[in-house]
């Protein structure tokens, strides 16, 4: 004879851990979701000043040549 496996406390048990322990991995991976998106917007944020620095710094120097000809 079968024993039935769905009022067994044991199981209950085991199947409540499996279940917490998927809530906790499925919880880091939208944390590392979410740092890699915090970390391509800072990326993305640096490179955008950096070019701005660039271009004021080529435009300064042209600004300045220009005036120095005069």
Not at 50 to 70: C, K, P, R, T, Y
Request: overall charge negative.
């Amino acid at each position: 004879m079968e024993r039935d496996t769905r009022h067994n406390p044991d199981n209950q048990a085991e199947n409540s851990e499996m279940i917490a322990r998927s809530l906790e991995a499925e919880q880091k991976d939208k944390q590392r979701e979410h740092t890699r998106r915090m970390n391509k917007l800072w990326i993305w944020l640096g490179v955008m000043i950096l070019v701005a620095i660039l271009i004021w710094f080529i435009f300064g120097l042209g600004l300045f040549e220009a005036s120095g000809n005069m």
